[in-house]
């Protein structure tokens, strides 16, 4: 079965970094493109970055465009999410997301604090 484990959150102060990995199992994980989201209490979950299946294309939300950076690594079934210059905004749960067969998979998610 689809498995999707976060890792990588965690409490950072403003101006900060964090690298969030994802690690994929179940599927064909090159076949696939992948999507990191983030949610926090009370509000609709958000999308924040889009990979394609070879890694050849990304997209990002404008609230982290230029500090935001998704990779993968096929051979690793991994997807990361390297987040630099973080503000108290993006303080939220983070998921990872697949959409196989016109249904989404999510992982636990890794929570992301940014505060002084």
């Known amino acids: 079965q689809v498995q999707l484990v976060e890792s990588g959150g965690g409490l950072v102060q403003p101006g900060g970094s964090l690298r969030l990995s994802c690690a994929a199992s179940?599927?064909?994980?090159?076949?696939?493109?992948m999507r990191w989201y983030r949610q926090v209490p009370g509000k609709e979950r958000e999308v924040v970055a889009h990979?394609?299946?070879?890694?050849?294309?990304?997209n990002y939300a404008d609230s982290v465009k230029g500090r935001f950076t998704i990779s993968r690594d096929n051979a690793k079934s991994t997807v990361y999410l390297q987040m630099n210059n973080l503000n108290p905004e993006d303080t939220a749960v983070y998921y990872c997301?697949?959409?196989?067969?016109?249904?989404?998979?999510w992982g636990q998610g890794t929570q992301v604090t940014v505060s002084s």
């Open positions: 990979i394609s299946r070879t890694g050849g294309s990304t």
């Open positions: 179940g599927f064909t994980f090159s076949g696939y493109a």
């Open positions: 997301n697949v959409n196989r067969g016109y249904v989404d998979y």
